[in-house]
């Protein structure tokens, strides 16, 4: 049985990546599961130097899922290529760096920085819906989206995945902008804007009042948007959204996705992914199919 | 390397001790490797509640691999209101114990202050089986009369009570009773409320006594992955590269002069 995918000319040994911001660099999440299973490791997102995030509290729950607004906390891309680099590189799997940043000039600087350094594919993160300047703004309109993606594609040398937002009318036309800029592959979705708010205190759940919302709440709408998407363009689709189960990313495979990432799911079980591998597996026994890419779109109208 | 797991732990005994405040024993594979000031993530089986619960650890029973947790019901419909309605035989989904304990070896040969507030109290507990020092000068605070845990506090120390209604103790907070009995120590370990915890962290600078404090904060992950509790740092923390440390990975335990709270 064939488990390997190829998303935009580097093979994967299986559909399965985390999403950027669930697992840091993976070194926490190693101490739970065999980093050398996932297909790839898609790092929290990394700016040319180093964001405090957003004040405290940054995550509530809500049901059937979460919300945050960390706002892109991270140590910059310095201390990333000393630390973080060198730790994924120990295991047998694709490194997948998510770059975010407050103008082209910072995006830019991330991806000539990584282009000589061994990572596998490079994601553009222009869909953060927590920090005030830069991520969304480039995320909301085709135009800025394309713009982006041309000028990043000058420095990068790996593969490029962009990062979509759901947080815009027609999801078929962002992914339409960011393939003419040149984008490799796209991925989607980014959370979606929500609020929260405690009746008892009249407060904010979030100092950052908005936050964005993941979990298997959001997962519908995730697998409309790639369904959308995979009529719209031609590069592969890295399909997320509230992946919690292996029926979950057969699904979102079935919709058009050439690969899935899970987020939300490793903080109710860390070993989340290793489970979706084998019931990914297992669902193709159970079907007589030789190979997981004949998931990817065959979603049919069927006969009711 | 062994992984860690998640794992299904199974509850021993559960009993209310206050209004809102419940006791629960769990069995778990990984209780035997607690230490005092650490915390579990518990899960409740209610699937659209996807975020543990981090839970302090109030006492540990090694050679019975159990661990009690003390804590509170925050509402109608809560994770906690659920954990408070298992009982013995029914399972719960942990992961445990996560962070760093207090700094027990600090204490030696030193009059201690080991202050708990609130539901901030539980951890003091065990804290206070294990810790070795000089003097042991227990001093917690509540609300009212329901001093929970009080009776076992009484057998680990000398024990000092703060009520804010008055009802028991003296009438304030903790540092109301520190003062009200003319107390002093050395070195101190607390865990409570935000303002309780500024308020002990400004008196040990005041009085120029080391401080170990407990923070608490909103968390998803629980295992340092998510950057959802971080605290504010004096100086710049080595792993953020920015003034912020991971409460559940780094903590909850911190230097009080290393965090800006």
Redesign the interface.
């Not at chain 1, 911001?21 to 840091?24: D, K, L």
């Not at chain 1, 049901?63 to 979460?66: I, L, R």
């Not at chain 1, 906390?73 to 910059?76: F, K, L, R, S, V």
């Given at each position: 049985m064939n488990m390997k995918v190829n998303i935009a000319g580097v093979e994967w040994k299986n559909p399965v990546t985390v999403a950027s911001?669930?697992?840091?660099s993976g070194a926490?999440?190693a101490?739970?599961?065999?980093l050398n299973r996932l297909g790839a490791v898609t790092t929290?997102g990394v700016a040319n130097v180093?964001?405090?995030?957003n004040p405290?509290?940054?995550?509530?729950?809500v049901?059937?899922?979460?919300m945050?607004a960390?706002g892109l906390?991270?140590?910059?891309i310095d201390?990333f290529c000393e630390r973080d680099i060198p730790f994924l590189r120990q295991y047998d799997t694709k490194i997948i760096v998510n770059v975010c940043g407050k103008s082209a000039e910072d995006y830019c600087e991330v991806a000539e920085r990584l282009a000589d350094e061994a990572v596998d594919m490079l994601e553009i993160n222009i869909s953060c819906p927590n920090v005030k300047e830069g991520g969304i703004a480039f995320g909301q309109s085709p135009k800025s989206a394309e713009d982006i993606t041309k000028e990043v594609k000058k420095y990068a040398k790996q593969p490029v995945i962009m990062k979509l937002s759901p947080n815009v009318t027609d999801i078929a036309e962002m992914a339409k902008a960011v393939e003419a800029g040149g984008a490799d592959a796209v991925s989607l979705i980014n959370t979606l804007t929500g609020m929260k708010i405690d009746i008892?205190r009249r407060t904010f759940a979030l100092a950052n009042q908005t936050g964005g919302v993941s979990?298997?709440a959001i997962h519908p709408i995730a697998v409309r948007m790639v369904y959308q998407a995979s009529q719209a363009v031609k590069v592969p689709i890295i399909g997320m959204g509230g992946i919690a189960s292996a029926e979950d990313a057969i699904e979102m495979m079935l919709a058009g996705a050439s690969a899935v990432s899970v987020g939300?799911?490793?903080?109710?079980?860390?070993?989340v992914t290793m489970e979706i591998i084998e019931g990914i597996e297992e669902y193709l026994r159970q079907n007589r199919m030789n190979d997981v890419r004949e998931l990817v779109g065959a979603v049919h109208a069927g006969i009711n | 390397m062994k992984k860690r797991r998640k794992e299904l732990a199974v509850v021993v005994s559960q009993e209310q001790l206050a209004d809102g405040i419940y006791s629960m024993w769990i069995q778990a594979e990984s209780a035997p490797d607690a230490v005092p000031g650490q915390f579990i993530s518990m899960y409740t089986m209610d699937s659209g509640k996807l975020l543990p619960r981090p839970i302090s650890i109030c006492e540990i029973d090694k050679a019975g691999a159990a661990l009690r947790v003390v804590y509170r019901v925050t509402g109608e419909k809560t994770g906690t209101e659920q954990f408070s309605k298992l009982s013995a035989g029914d399972s719960i989904p942990i992961i445990g114990p996560l962070g760093n304990g207090f700094p027990m070896e600090k204490a030696a040969g030193k009059k201690a202050f080991l202050i708990g507030g609130g539901i901030g109290v539980p951890p003091i507990l065990e804290l206070s089986k294990e810790l070795e020092c000089d003097k042991k000068q227990i001093v917690v605070g509540y609300r009212d009369a329901h001093t929970f845990l009080r009776e076992e506090f009484e057998r680990n120390g000398e024990v000092y009570i703060s009520t804010e209604d008055g009802s028991v103790g003296t009438k304030g907070n903790v540092l109301d009773a520190i003062a009200g009995h003319a107390l002093a120590a050395d070195i101190i370990y607390a865990c409570g409320p935000g303002p309780m915890l500024r308020a002990v962290k400004e008196y040990a600078g005041r009085n120029n006594i080391v401080c170990y404090i407990s923070l608490e904060e909103r968390m998803a992950c629980g295992i340092g992955a998510c950057l959802g509790c971080v605290c504010q740092t004096k100086e710049r923390d080595s792993h953020s590269n920015v003034h912020n440390r991971r409460i559940c990975k780094d903590g909850p335990v911190f230097l009080s002069t290393e965090v800006e709270i």
């Open positions: 911001g669930t697992f840091g926490e999440f101490e739970f599961i065999d929290k180093p964001w405090p995030g405290t509290p940054r995550v509530a729950e049901y059937g899922g979460m945050n960390i906390q991270n140590p910059g201390l008892h979990g298997p939300t799911a490793n903080f109710h079980n860390p070993a | -």
